[in-house]
C-alpha cells in the first residue's frame, strides 16, 4: 500500500519548534505496516536540510517562494500569519498553487493507494481536487487549528470543508470539541458514519521510567506553562493569577516556555505586574529540554479560553506532562475536557481568573493521598495515548478497506 501524506507542518530538525505529531503518528502507523510505504509532500524549510527517507518513508519537499529566505509562511502557522500581515496572502497563493501542482504530479508518478492530508486547508482542500481528477481515494485529519481558518473564510470557508468532506472516503478529528465547532458551523451529521475522534498520540520518550522524577522535594515550587504564546492560549491569565498566588506564596515561581506573537506583550505584563524575579521566560525548547523542564516543574498549567475562532483542540501537552507523572491544572474548554475529571486533573473555568488561582492554591495544599492518587489516574490516561495505540486506531479506521 502506498500513501502520499501531505501536510503543512513537519517536524524536521532536533530544535525545529513544529510538534512532531505528525511524525509520530506516521512513524506508528509504519512500524505496524512495514511493507506499506509512506511519501511526505510539505512545503520547503530555509532552515533545516531535507530529511533523509527510509526503508518505507520517503520526503518530498516543494518550494513556494522565489529565494530560500522568504520559505517562512508557515513559520508562525498558516492562521497567525495570515493575522500578522496581509500581504502574506500573495505567500499564501504561491504555496497552494506549488502544492497543488507538486501533489498532483507525485500522484499520477506514484499512483498512490490514497492520499493522506493533514488540515483541512489547504491540504484536504488540494487533495479533494486531486482525488477527483485522478479517482484516487483521500483521507485527511482536521486538528482544529483549520476549523478556525474556515470560520473566518465565512462562506467560502463553508464550500472548502463540505467539498473537502464530501469527497473524501474517510476522515478524523483531534477531539470532541474539534467535531462540535466543525458542526456548528458547517452542519455534518449526514456525514457520520465517514467521521471518527481520534486524538494524536505522543512520543514514546516521555514514557523513559528511569528518568521520570515524580516528585520535587524543594521547597520552591515551580509552575509550568509551555507552547504557543498567542491569544487563546490564555498566558496572560496565568501571569495575573500568578501575581495573587506569589503573594499569599513566596516560594512559587512560573516559567512560560514558547514563542509567539504576544511574547513582548507577555513579559511587558510580567514587568507591570512586579513579579520580574519569580518569572523565568525560556524560548522554544526541544524535546529532550522539554522533559527536562517538566521533570524540574511541579504543576503544569494549560490555561487556553476559546475567543470564539482561536481554540484548543487538544493540546497534548496535558498528556505529555501525565506521561511524566505531573499534575495539570487544565482549562474546562480545552478539547481534551473529555478525557478529564477530578480523578486525573485539576480543572477551572476558562476565562476567569479566581477560578485558576484557586486551581493553583489547591494545588498547594493537596493532601499526599488525593496528590499520588491523581498522580496515578493521570498516568494510566497518557498510556492511552502513546502513539502506537494512537497510530494502529488511525490505520484501522483511514486505511480500512471496509465501506470503499
Same mark, same amino acid.
Given at each position: 500500500m502506498k500513501i502520499l501524506v501531505t501536510t503543512s507542518t513537519l517536524k524536521q530538525d532536533l530544535d525545529d519548534p513544529s510538534p512532531e505529531f505528525i511524525n509520530n503518528l506516521i512513524d506508528g502507523v509504519a512500524s505496524i505496516s512495514p511493507d506499506s510505504e509512506f511519501i511526505y509532500v510539505y512545503p520547503f524549510k530555509r532552515t533545516y536540510p531535507k530529511l533523509k527517507s527510509n526503508k518505507n518513508i520517503s520526503y518530498k519537499p516543494y518550494k513556494y517562494w522565489i529565494t530560500s529566505k522568504g520559505h517562512n509562511i508557515l513559520d508562525k502557522g498558516l492562521y497567525q500569519? @495570515? $493575522?500578522?500581515? $496581509? %500581504?502574506?496572502? &500573495? #505567500? =499564501?497563493?504561491? *504555496? %497552494?498553487l506549488s502544492q497543488f501542482f507538486y501533489t498532483f504530479y507525485l500522484t499520477i508518478k506514484i499512483k498512490p493507494d490514497y492520499i493522506y492530508a493533514h488540515w483541512v486547508f489547504p491540504q484536504a482542500f488540494i487533495a479533494s481536487l486531486i482525488s477527483k481528477a485522478t479517482k484516487t481515494r483521500y483521507v485527511f485529519t482536521s486538528h482544529g487549528s483549520d476549523v478556525t481558518l474556515l470560520r473566518k473564510l465565512n462562506f467560502l470557508g463553508k464550500f472548502i470543508l463540505r467539498f473537502s468532506i464530501s469527497n473524501a472516503s474517510r476522515f478524523t478529528v483531534v477531539s470532541k470539541k474539534n467535531l462540535n465547532k466543525m458542526d456548528k458551523f458547517l452542519g455534518i451529521k449526514n456525514y457520520k458514519e465517514k467521521i471518527q475522534v481520534i486524538p494524536? !498520540? &505522543?512520543?514514546?520518550?516521555?514514557?523513559?521510567?528511569?528518568k521520570i522524577k515524580n516528585k520535587n522535594n524543594s521547597q520552591v515550587k515551580y509552575l509550568l506553562y509551555y507552547g504557543r504564546l498567542t491569544e487563546y492560549k490564555g498566558v496572560d491569565l496565568l501571569i495575573k493569577s500568578f501575581r495573587e498566588i506569589n503573594k499569599k506564596y513566596p516560594n512559587t515561581r512560573l516559567k512560560i516556555i514558547g514563542y !509567539?506573537?504576544?511574547? #513582548? =506583550?507577555? #513579559?511587558?505584563?510580567? /514587568? /507591570?505586574?512586579?513579579?520580574?524575579?519569580?518569572?523565568?521566560?525560556?524560548?522554544?525548547?526541544?524535546?529532550? /529540554? @522539554?522533559?527536562?523542564? &517538566?521533570? $524540574?516543574?511541579? %504543576?503544569?498549567?494549560?490555561?487556553? &479560553?476559546?475567543?470564539?475562532?482561536?481554540?484548543? +483542540?487538544?493540546? %497534548?501537552?496535558? @498528556?505529555?506532562?501525565? +506521561?511524566? #507523572?505531573? =499534575?495539570? *491544572?487544565?482549562s474546562d474548554s480545552v478539547g481534551f475536557i473529555s478525557y478529564l475529571d477530578k480523578s486525573n486533573a485539576l480543572i477551572f473555568k476558562s476565562g476567569n481568573q479566581n477560578s485558576l488561582t484557586k486551581g493553583i492554591e489547591t494545588y498547594l495544599n493537596l493532601d499526599k493521598k488525593t496528590y499520588m492518587d491523581m498522580l496515578s489516574n493521570a498516568y494510566k490516561l497518557s498510556e492511552e495515548f502513546r502513539f502506537e495505540k494512537i497510530a494502529t486506531k488511525h490505520k484501522n479506521f483511514l486505511f480500512s478497506s471496509r465501506g470503499y
Open positions: 500569519s @495570515i $493575522k500578522s500581515n $496581509k %500581504l502574506n496572502f &500573495i #505567500k =499564501i497563493f504561491f *504555496l %497552494l494524536m !498520540g &505522543i512520543s514514546n520518550k516521555f514514557y523513559e521510567q528511569s !509567539g506573537d504576544m511574547e #513582548k =506583550i507577555l #513579559k511587558n505584563l510580567v /514587568k /507591570k505586574s512586579e513579579v520580574e524575579r519569580f518569572v523565568e521566560f525560556l524560548p522554544f525548547q526541544n524535546v529532550e /529540554k @522539554i522533559i527536562k523542564e &517538566i521533570d $524540574k516543574s511541579n %504543576l503544569v498549567i494549560v490555561p487556553s &479560553i476559546d475567543t470564539g475562532y482561536e481554540f484548543e +483542540a487538544g493540546p %497534548l501537552t496535558i @498528556i505529555e506532562s501525565m +506521561a511524566r #507523572k505531573k =499534575i495539570c *491544572l487544565v
